[in-house]
């Protein structure tokens, strides 16, 4: 619609794939929601620069059991949507973590027996001849890797789509929220670029920008947004097309098969905070963190053939950038703030496409009284958990 309309049941602030997944778990549970999005179209700033990987190999259990449930979304998509003009296009070519470093091959050990405990136990440990003989790309130095066949990659615009088309909510693009009328200390309504909605209730689905929309309620939320690019590189002959997302566990650098060449990414721990933005700017400079074989954090290290991609010259590329919206633990903001009514969605530090459907289930269930907000381990005023370190 042009126009928002003048009240609604739900206002779900902000049109990626968290707002989408908002809006459609919201109607499941009877609840319809108006979709609003600043900019002029769903799914254009952090979800479309996203990998669009998931795994169930996480090193907490809450996470794996979200991840799972979301995975069970992604495989019958058209089934539990009851639409299928959007299809994520599931590819469930692996995901593969390889190390050079005895000191990681026994934390890979470790961690791969706390997740056999958890229940997944299709997750492999493979001995460097073993990962070789599978993938003969891999280095001969790397010394072992964890690998789990079933995880795999989605297409996030389709999975936004897809969610947003079957939610049945009233969607309004080019409208952007302002600002909130708060009587006491429950929401009155949402003020927005195109007129104010009366509404009792309303989701902050943001994004990076998530932080600033909660400001203006008074609301602090603990999120810091960091910049991550992705370095896009559409046409690579040597790219195995069949080869899993492949990490080096060592680096964090990673890439996966996309397009006819790959998608490379690299997770500087290192990166600090940055302010958050919708012009998220991207440094060109990063293809080469990556591509030149004398870094660090060279793809050529465990797979060599991009050395011969590096001699070569010949492929083109280009970079993108956004925005991470982490929290100090890494899990996802999920519940209503001090102000009632007014709810968040956000923060899912990295990994929102394969954790937000499962956590706006939760939000939705939140909403209909289905969980209470005691139970909920991700309400946004929790104490921060301590957590493993990871690559991603
Ligand atoms: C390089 C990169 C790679 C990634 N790879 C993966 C991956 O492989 N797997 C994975 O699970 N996750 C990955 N992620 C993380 C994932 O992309 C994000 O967690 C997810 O996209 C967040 O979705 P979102 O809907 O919260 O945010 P967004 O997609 O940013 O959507 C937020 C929306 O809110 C709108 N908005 C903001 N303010 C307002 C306002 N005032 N009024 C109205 N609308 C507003 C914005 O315009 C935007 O459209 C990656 C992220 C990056 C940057």
């Known amino acids: 619609m042009d126009t928002p309309p003048r009240t609604a049941e739900l206002v779900v602030i902000g049109g990626g794939i968290v707002g989408a997944a908002t ?14 999005e600043a900019r002029p179209a769903l799914c254009t700033l952090t979800t479309p620069v996203s990998t669009g990987a998931f795994r169930l190999q996480f090193s907490t259990e809450e996470e794996l059991r979200l991840v799972e449930e979301s995975v069970a979304l992604f495989r019958n998509f058209a089934e539990v949507t009851g639409q299928d003009e959007y299809d994520p296009a599931i590819r469930s070519q692996g995901y593969l973590w390889l190390t050079r470093s005895p000191g990681r091959a026994a934390e890979q050990r470790d961690l791969v027996e706390r997740q056999h405990g958890w229940g997944v136990t299709d997750i492999e440990l493979l001995d460097g001849d073993e990962v070789r003989r599978r993938f003969p790309y891999v280095a001969a130095d790397v010394l072992q890797a964890r690998f789990r066949a079933g995880d795999g990659f989605i297409d996030t615009r389709a999975v936004t789509m897809g969610l947003a088309t079957a939610s049945g909510a009233t969607v309004v693009t080019g409208c952007r929220a302002e600002g909130f009328d708060i009587a006491g200390d429950r929401l009155r309504a949402v003020r927005t670029s195109l007129g104010t909605i009366e509404t009792e209730r309303a989701v902050i689905a943001c994004g990076p920008l998530s932080g600033g929309v909660a400001g203006w309620a008074g609301i602090d939320l603990p999120i810091q947004t960091v910049r991550r690019h992705k370095l896009v590189m559409p ?24 397009l006819r060449g790959a998608w490379l990414l690299f997770t500087d721990p290192t990166t600090p905070p940055s302010e958050p933005t919708d012009t998220v700017p991207a ?110």
Do not use: C, K
């Open 23 to 36: 809006a459609f778990y919201a109607a499941r549970a009877g609840i319809r929601s108006v979709l609003i």
């Open 235 to 258: 046409d690579v002959p040597q790219v195995p097309a069949g080869a899993p997302m492949t990490i080096d566990e060592d680096s964090g650098a990673h890439w996966r098969p996309a």
């Open 283 to 392: 440094d060109p400079g990063f293809a080469f963190e990556l591509l030149d074989p004398a870094s660090p954090t060279a793809v050529a290290r465990t797979a060599p053939f991009w050395a011969g991609v590096w001699e070569r010259n010949a492929a083109h590329w280009m970079v993108q950038a956004g925005q991470y919206t982490m929290t100090p633990d890494h899990w996802p903001l999920i519940g209503e703030t001090g102000v009632g009514g007014l709810y968040v969605n956000t923060g899912y530090s990295g990994h929102g496409i394969m954790l937000s459907p499962a956590g706006s289930r939760r939000l939705a269930d939140l909403l209909s009284g289905g969980l209470a907000p005691a139970d909920n381990i991700f309400r946004p005023d929790r104490e921060p958990r301590p957590r493993p370190p990871e690559a991603l």
